[in-house]
């Protein structure tokens, strides 16, 4: 009994110090930078590391996306690696970490999910000085709650009390304000209007104008002028989720493919499909649905979602494509438009999409990159290593 009784004074004296040095750790960083939202946290993380960095702001920034990232100082990354998937108790480590570096800005991607989870990340790992929320869209609707609305509330958990958030929010921005308002915490809505074509254009990717204001807005927040920060933005690489467009040329034939695999809520996958393909004319509009069998509900929201857009032909991939068809059949998706393809070689779907294309087409590949054998990366590599030579040379020269 009395081993057992030291034990446990032992292990709350452990604790009582773990939180003591983590505390000097977050208080040694004075801009904490806290991205949550339902889409573009990672890529907004990097953006708004990439523009600091720019403005001479030495910072450390961590991503939590497609693959968990730490981006150091000078821009080198490094891979975190799970041992035992991912908890919130990470962002502890990634403190004491970055307190090596003595950095003036931490920029943390929100890895939480749990509207609990997400305020202890807040209340005891980060006390962000500066949050951002991204968007409030229908997603992890099982843990966040059956509404956009609920969806907002989680995500509000991440406000921090005394400080400022900006969001690119729009239809809940209010339910955020009120929140905020309880906190003592100066919140800004942003719309995307000083951010031109030509900007975006100078990207490496296709990248998404609410993104990058909202990360020019943090920048200025902290002091760095736009022009320094938009141009560290424009250099910087993109999370390997980012929308991206492989251009190739297979005889008299143009495909162009896009990786919209990142944006697998259905609100946001329509949004890019309709931005990509909504003012093409006679061309081929293909999507690759990639579905995984724990995630029947989520392909079915998707075909909802583009079942109404101008598309020619849904190819169904991954490991339920019988299950998928059987429901866009009952949605009202025309057979002739339909192929259950499943997992084959990823070189019969790229054949498939070549016996489609009449001149000229443009392929999505939406849903579920990973999945037992991570078919979705699968369709993406095959598609970017049929990239023409001189069309290879053109993106790398524009990289440059």
């Known amino acids: 009994?009395?081993?057992?009784?030291?034990?446990?004074?032992?292990?709350?004296?452990?604790?009582?110090?773990?939180?003591?040095?983590?505390?000097?750790?977050?208080?040694?960083?004075?801009?904490?930078?806290?991205?949550?939202?339902?889409?573009?946290?990672?890529?907004?993380?990097?953006?708004?590391?990439?523009?600091?960095?720019?403005?001479?702001?030495?910072?450390?920034?961590?991503?939590?996306?497609?693959?968990?990232?730490?981006?150091?100082?000078?821009?080198?990354?490094?891979a975190i690696v799970r041992l035992m998937g991912a908890n919130i108790i990470e962002q502890k480590y990634i403190f004491r970490h970055a307190v090596s570096y003595n950095p003036d800005a931490i920029v943390i991607e929100c890895m939480a999910v749990n509207p609990v989870f997400q305020w202890i990340t807040e209340r005891k790992f980060v006390r962000s000085t500066i949050a951002v929320i991204t968007n409030c869209r229908a997603d992890h609707l099982d843990q966040m709650g059956s509404t956009e609305q609920s969806v907002a509330m989680s995500l509000s958990n991440t406000i921090p009390s005394g400080g400022v958030c900006y969001t690119a929010e729009n239809r809940h921005f209010g339910l955020l304000e009120k929140v905020a308002g309880q906190r003592n915490c100066r919140i800004h809505k942003i719309r995307p209007k000083d951010v031109t074509q030509e900007e975006l254009a100078k990207?490496?990717?296709?990248?998404?104008?609410?993104?990058?204001?909202?990360?020019?807005?943090?920048?200025?927040?902290?002091?760095?002028?736009?022009?320094?920060?938009?141009?560290?933005?424009?250099?910087?690489?993109?999370?390997?989720?980012?929308?991206?467009?492989?251009?190739?040329?297979?005889?008299?034939?143009?495909?162009?493919?896009?990786?919209?695999?990142?944006?697998?809520?259905?609100?946001?996958?329509?949004?890019?499909?309709?931005?990509?393909?909504?003012?093409?004319?006679?061309?081929?509009?293909?999507?690759?649905?990639n579905s995984r069998e724990d995630r029947l509900f989520r392909s079915h929201q998707l075909v909802d979602a583009v079942k109404d857009s101008d598309y020619s032909y849904l190819l169904l991939t991954g490991e339920i494509p019988d299950k998928v068809e059987s429901y866009a059949l009952q949605a009202g998706i025309p057979r002739e438009r339909l192929f259950a393809l499943g997992e084959p070689l990823p070189e019969v779907i790229y054949n498939k999409v070549l016996e489609l294309t009449r001149k000229e087409s443009h392929v999505l590949g939406i849903g579920n990159i990973a999945g037992r054998i991570k078919y979705g990366a699968q369709i993406v590599a095959h598609f970017k290593h049929r990239i023409h030579p001189n069309i290879k040379n053109e993106m790398r020269n524009k990289s440059d």
């Open 1 to 78: 009994m009395t081993v057992l009784i030291l034990a446990t004074v032992l292990l709350i004296l452990h604790w009582i110090f773990e939180y003591r040095r983590h505390k000097r750790n977050v208080e040694a960083i004075p801009i904490r930078v806290h991205v949550n939202g339902t889409r573009g946290k990672s890529s907004v993380t990097r953006l708004i590391a990439a523009g600091l960095r720019a403005g001479g702001r030495k910072t450390v920034a961590k991503i939590t996306g497609t693959l968990p990232r730490v981006v150091l100082p000078d821009g080198r990354e490094a």
């Open 203 to 289: 990207f490496k990717y296709i990248e998404h104008a609410e993104n990058v204001q909202l990360a020019l807005a943090v920048c200025a927040e902290a002091g760095v002028p736009r022009e320094i920060a938009l141009q560290g933005m424009q250099s910087a690489n993109p999370d390997p989720g980012a929308l991206k467009k492989y251009v190739i040329q297979d005889g008299a034939k143009t495909i162009h493919f896009y990786n919209v695999f990142a944006a697998n809520d259905p609100n946001s996958t329509k949004l890019v499909v309709d931005m990509v393909t909504g003012h093409l004319k006679d061309v081929e509009k293909i999507i690759i649905l």
